[in-house]
């Protein structure tokens, strides 16, 4: 093997870590995000951003807007 073989397996390397960072930091963002801001479907938010990132990656900016989207509570009416 030359330099330039190992240099090239390296890269490779390099490269494929990177994804696997990036795919589970994706994976994982919608139900950080929806746990810090108090959702109350939070578990559901993260199961449905790692099921969307699995099977097709469509749906996964809708789970980010979940994320952040939240009901408000109703308010009583005799106040």
Sequence with gaps: MTFIDIFAWIVLLVVIATLVAVVVALGAMPGRIARKR???WAQAVAVGSWATL???FVFWPLV???AYVDFPEKRDATK
């Design 38 to 40: 108090g959702h109350p």
């Design 64 to 66: 980010l807007i979940w």
């Design 54 to 56: 699995i099977f097709g």
